[in-house]
C-alpha cells in the first residue's frame, strides 16, 4: 500500500519553510514566534500539552538551523538567539543525526504481548511451540514471562485468534545497522560509529523525534547576503520532486538566487561509462561479482558493517563527484551545493573537496515557498548540458545496474540483481554473497527501498516521481550513440 | 452517478506543503469512495493569496465545492465521505 507522509514528516517541511520566511523577514529577530507559529493558542495538541509540542518544535527548529538539540547547554537560549550563531559561522552545519531526548517517547522494549483477544483455548499453540517455556495460563489468559521470553515470535506466529502482538520500536526496526538503542532511561541515543545516515530512523519515528542538521541557512545566506556564484547540482531523482515542467524548476532556483544550475545526471552518464569499463575489466580478472556504489549509505555500511564485501565494491566515483569535478573545472569560483533526495550525501560530501553544500529538496521546496516563489510562473530555462537515458534512470531501482548493463553488452556476460532497499536481512545476504560467492555478477544497492526517488529528502510521492522519472528517461537519448 | 470531482492545488506552496502527498488518492483510494471520485491535479487556486484570513494555509484542496484548508489525506478523505454522504441524502 501506498502510504502518504504522516504529520511528523510533514510537519518537518513546515518547520523548514517558517526557518526559511524567518531568515528573509528578519534575519531571525522574530524567530522565537515560530513553535508558536506552528502549535497556536486554541489548537489541539498531540503531546500532552501544548507548551511541550511548543519544546520540541523548537529543537526540531535548531536543527532546521544547523544546530543539533544535542549541542544545548543552557535551556534558555532562544531561537532567536540560535539563528544569529548560525547566521554567524564561517564554518558549515556538518552532518549529524540526533535525538531530541525531550521528544523521545522511550518506547517500550520490543517485544511480544498477550491480547484480550486470548480465548484460553485447549490447543495452546502458544505454550506447545515456545522453545523456551515462558507462556503459562494466568486467569484463563496466555501470559509471557518477560526473563524468559527470548523474543522469537513463535507463539505469535502460530496462535489461531490473532491474539499475540509484537510491540516493535520503530527507529530501532528500521535502522539496518543497529546504530540506535536505549539508555538506561528507555531513550535513543545514535552511535555515530555506526550509523550510515541513511534516513530510516527520522523516516519512522512516530514522536518525530530524530532530527539532522539542516545547511539551508548556510546557503540561503550565500544566495541573499553575497555575491558569491551559487551553483545548484540538482540530482537525477529531482524529476517529479516539484510541481511544473524541469525548465520551470531550472528557472525557479534561478530565480531563488542560484547562479547557475547543473544536472547531476550529466555525471551520472561518466558514472555508467566508467563502472561499465571497470566491470568489464574486474570480470576478465576472473572477479566473482561486482556491486555499485553510487550510494554513500550502502558504501558507508559496506566499510563498517560488511568489510567482507568491501574488495567487490565498485572503485568509479558517483554522479555527484563527477558532476561536481566538472563544474569547479569550467567554473572554479563558484559554491556548488549539491540537491538531492539523500541525507548520506552530507557525509560523502564532506570528504569531497569539490561539493561545498548538500540541501534535501525538502529544503530547496522550503526555500522556494518562504521566498513566495510559485514554480509555474517561472521563466522557462535549459540545462547547458544535457544529460542520457542512462544517466537519468540512477534514481530508481534497478537503474544503476541496467544503465551500465546497456554498456557492458557485447563486451562481458553480465547478471544484474537488484538489492532493493538496505534492510537487516538484505545486509546479511550481502556478507553471503561476500563469502559464499553469487550467481548474478552485477549487483546494484540502494539504500532506499525502489531507489533515490524515495529517500529522505523527497517531496513527492515515490509512485509519482518514478512515472516521471521514467518518462524523462524515454526522451533521453542513449548513451551508446552517444559514443 | 456523476463523480465527485476533488481538486489538489500543485501550487509550489501547496505542493511542498503536503499536497504531493494527498496525491496518494490517484493511486489507492479507499475501497468505499475510490470509484466514486475523480481527482484533479490544479494550478495554483490563489487561496493563500487571500489576505482576509478566512482560510489560514495550504495546502489547498476542493472537494466538490467545499474548502479544504491545511489539508492532509486523512482530513480529505474524511471530507469526501461527508460530501458523498450529503449528496445521498
Redesign the interface.
Known sequence: MLIPKNNANQMRSLILIKIAESFLKDRFASADRIPLELRPKGEPHSRCCIYKDRAVLKYRAMAGMGISPDEETDEVTSLREYGEEALARKEKARSKLAVIDIACSACVKAQYMVTNACRGCFARPCQVNCPKGAISFVNGQAHIDPDKCVNCGKCHEVCPYHSIIRIPVPCEEACPVDAIKKDEFGVEHIDTEKCISCGKCLMSCPFGAIVERSQMIDVLKLIKDTDKKVVAMLAPAFVGQFPNDIANVVGALKKLGFADVVEVAVGADITTRKEAAEFVERMEEGANFMTTSCCPAYFRAAKVHIPEIEPFVSHTKTPMYYTAELLKQEQPDCVSVFVGPCLAKRVEAEYDPNVDYVLTFEEIGAMLVADGINIEECPAEEFHQISSAQGRQFPLSGGVAGAVASLVEGKADIRPEKIDGLSKENIKLLKRYATKGCDNNMLEVMCCEGGCIAGPGCIALAKKASRAVESYVAKGENLKDKE | MEKLTVKIC????C????A?????L???PPEDIADKIEIIEV??MNHCKDIDATHRRGPFVMVGDELVSEA??EKVVNKIREVLNKDCK
Open positions: 500543485s501550487g509550489t506552496s505542493f511542498v506543503m503536503g504531493a502527498q494527498i496525491q496518494a490517484e493511486f489507492t494550478r495554483c492532509t489525506y
